[in-house]
């Protein structure tokens, strides 16, 4: 995992990949001019107390008002790694840095340093100076609220380093609308949770296995996204749901038709039932009478409204249809028995209709997309997004070339994966097929 991690570390925009080469070139250089610098020297022939430690060079550069930041950040851009953990353990060259306002100058510091910090208080304020970004619940009441009925995991150094790196990778100004992140589980990035209007993010995350790679949570074989490191695709997955706020991308006429994106919303559901009958092959099956193929329709609509989830429970909403129907005012008509042998007749048959089937496996808490095409659909696949908040359908062909199987939930999960795939790989965009990518780049989310 350890080696895994790295090699994220390795891939991504890093301090440490230009350290290296200011090492290489630096013998080239005039040593005396860069202050005294005699552990890139092949021997130590000059005495060790002619020159300042590295601590004392940043420090001279430290006024009350005028630090000469330019010159800590040549100096820090020089250092060996070695020297690196001296200046993150000088606390008072750490409180200069984390305090005060903030420049593109002291940024650059922070992304030179940041490997060199092992202490996650620090890490911490790393973060929050460098991106503006909260972690952890304690900072303040919304965030706390936030995790109401979730247990917070602490942050340990690894995990806030690796928030570090996936934000050094992102546009800034979409990192600037991640207020306020918080663990909310143990899992790897397994499962995020975005709060747009907050500016909040909380994702699951395991300190020991931030180079955990997809291996099927989301994907099948085969998918774009098959392989690609949890941890970061998760978090990026989650910002991109704050870039796309109130659908302002995934709500484009241009982005749904790249999956053929048609909404059938909540509050027309007899509407909603249609398509369904309109899209399952031989949805209500043909033996059945005229009358029964109405009746079926109508049960659907209930179907619809009392989100069925399990076939077993046709029967009560083809019940409402016949109380509607056949019940007097009064409400004597209930026990009727010749229209109650008849209800349960054609329940037992309404209740492994395609058309049934299709209403139960299409609830959004069965995790529909992960299992299209399950039932008889034919061009188009339909199903309930979130619960309470409508019905989706989209072109089944749209699945040949996917990123993963989540990516169907709705369009604004589709949009959040383009959105990660994208930013997480090491050449931006090259896992997307050329309509997504053309379309994420016409809208300049690619831009940093
Ligand atoms: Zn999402």
Redesign the pocket.
Known sequence: MAFNSSKVLANSNLAAKSNVKVLQTFPQKDLDAQGGRQKQADDSKVAKTESKSIVEQIKENIRYIFTSWGKIHDIVEKATDSEKLEIVGDKSIMNKLLSGGRSSIKNQILDLLVDSVSDVDTLIKFVDKRFGIKIGANWNVITRLFLIGQKEVPFGPEGVKGVYKVMLRLPEAHVKKLKALVTTGKDAGNSGL?MPYIGRIGIDYSENDMGRVETGAYTNVGDKMRGMNMFDTTLT??LG?LVDQNGRYSGQESFRKISGWKKHGIFKPQKIADEVINLVQNAIPSSFTKKEKELSREAAKFAVIGRIKNVEKTRSYLKLVYNKRFLKKDGKGEGDARVYSSLNDLAEKLKVSPLFTHLARANADRSPWYYENYSNVGPRQIHEGYPYRGWWSYDSSARSNKLSVYQFRDPG?EF?EIYATYHMTEKKGERLDSKRREWFESQNLHKM
């Open positions: 975005a997955h989650e749901h999960e959040a």
